[in-house]
């Protein structure tokens, strides 16, 4: 146990989302950790609790006043700081909730460790009645800061103003150092009718090339051998840079510049999945042969109706040419069902298509209005009961499309890197193509194992120090 005046205070934080908001929430712990604060693992042992949210989905948000809720009941004391989309979204709502003592949009996530560091080294002034001594920066102008009518603080401007890129690289699930994530994109130029995230992310903004370059050698300073490039709209990365760049160029220079053993990209929309981009990733072995396209629907009715820039026809040929060039590729995939005036045949024409076509895997999400969104005013909403029995059937489909891509590759040769999940005889892992598999008996996170795919999980072959 450390002494108290070994640090300011102690911290817990929690992040609800994609990985994105992962690589947010990693960059806030690190500033803190830079500021002399010490992170707990529990909420209930922090004295400030920060909790960095997503705002998709209204499920989403009720996930993060459910967790504001828990922290205060279980934490009284703690003092509670959210950030993220849903603080820059509707920092109202949540300044209401009891225990919150700042919301921090997007739009200043940088400032959270100084608006820390002077509620700590001057706890008088965080009464309620004095609002001006704790703006963490005097360069903000009057404008920028919003007081709500509650009991906390906002914080938050205009996020198509922001022009950087906040870093930290997330570990994740997985564990400390095992498969990081690096964001090296924020924002979305794009409009899709059902999204949110441009409204509480920006314009597409990307972190320089040669600071990710440094990002990625500090993770393997610090013992990473798979990491995961993450943005909101990666494949536009580097439009915004000058002289202009690509997502291809920046791989390039990670791999010619760094000793890194893997490199996996998260999400990246089809339409930059290019013929050129696939010929690089097949002559590259230290790119992970894993490839997440959002499809959201397969009527082209409804891809018109959500502002999506391609058609399923388009879709497929991306997908033929992953399959040309990366044959054992896992590709996956982000499905919307109940869209507004989907009907059954369009959904048919969806499941249909994901039926045909080889996934490995699909993320399935029912239609959630968001305010401020074109398709949050659209008529004829799809049944609630409908939207369910929907899900349910294309959840069901992601599970058999899992089985035969794993079927598929029994028998094939495949280097696994250990994550931090045991069972009583076994290690989890992961393949470059995205398989989560046993390896027999108990090994440290973030090995090597050569292995074979079998029936039943992965037979380990011997552990490997690199690719």
């Given at each position: ?106 739009s200043h996530l940088a400032e959270i460790p100084g608006i820390l560091s002077a509620l700590i080294q001057n706890p008088a002034a965080a009464s ?127 791999l010619d510049e760094t000793s890194l053993d893997r490199l996996r990209l998260s999400s990246i929309e089809p339409m930059d999945v290019t013929e ?192």
């Amino acid at each position: 146990m450390r002494n108290r005046e070994e640090y300011l205070a102690t911290f817990s934080i929690e992040n609800f989302g994609c990985r994105a908001t992962q690589a947010d929430a990693a960059g806030i712990e690190r500033q803190l950790r830079s500021s002399g604060l010490a992170r707990v693992a529990e909420h209930r042992d922090a004295e400030i609790v920060v909790l960095n949210t997503c705002t998709v989905t209204t499920a989403a948000d009720a996930q993060a006043r459910d967790a504001i809720r828990h922290v205060h009941a279980a934490n009284p004391g703690a003092r509670i700081l959210v950030s993220g989309c849903y603080a820059q979204r509707a920092p109202e709502e949540l300044a209401m909730l009891a225990g919150v003592e700042w919301v921090v949009g997007n739009s200043h996530l940088a400032e959270i460790p100084g608006i820390l560091s002077a509620l700590i080294q001057n706890p008088a002034a965080a009464s309620l009645s004095d609002t001006s001594s704790l703006i963490p920066v005097a360069a903000l102008s009057a404008g920028e800061m919003s007081l709500a009518r509650g009991p906390a603080k906002i914080l938050t401007s205009d996020i198509f103003a922001q022009s950087g890129v906040l870093t930290g690289p997330a570990s994740g699930e997985d564990g400390e150092h095992t498969r990081p994530t690096l964001k090296i994109q924020d924002g979305c130029n794009h409009r899709c009718s059902y999204c949110v995230i441009p409204f509480v992310r920006g314009y597409s903004r990307s972190l320089a090339p040669d600071q990710v370059v440094e990002e990625v050698r500090s993770l393997i300073s610090a013992g990473a051998r798979e990491i995961v490039l993450s943005g909101i709209n990666l494949g536009s990365y580097g439009r915004d840079v000058s002289p202009r760049t690509s997502l291809q160029s920046v791989l390039h220079r990670i791999l010619d510049e760094t000793s890194l053993d893997r490199l996996r990209l998260s999400s990246i929309e089809p339409m930059d999945v290019t013929e050129d981009l696939l010929r690089f990733i097949a002559a590259q072995p230290r790119i992970a042969q894993h490839l997440h396209m959002p499809l959201q629907s397969a009527s082209n009715r409804i891809l018109q109706a959500m502002h999506r820039w391609y058609r399923a026809e388009h879709y497929e040929r991306r997908i033929e040419l992953i399959r040309e060039f990366l044959p054992d590729a896992a590709i996956g995939a982000d499905v919307i069902v109940g869209f507004p005036d989907e009907t059954k045949g369009d959904f048919a024409a969806t499941r249909v298509f994901l039926e045909r076509l080889p996934f490995a895997y699909l993320h399935v999400f029912s239609f959630s209005p968001r305010p401020g969104t074109a398709a949050a005013n659209l008529p004829n909403p799809v049944d609630p009961a409908e939207i369910r029995a929907r899900a349910r059937q294309l959840r069901a489909l992601s599970a058999e499309k899992a089985a035969e891509f794993r079927s598929a590759q029994t028998g094939r040769p495949h280097r696994a890197l250990t994550l931090n999940r045991q069972g009583t005889d076994w290690t989890e892992s992961l393949t470059g193509n995205y398989l989560k598999v046993k390896i027999p008996g108990h090994h440290a996170a973030n090995q090597w194992h050569n292995a074979e795919i079998t029936a039943e999980g992965l037979s380990s072959a011997g552990v490997s120090a690199g690719i």
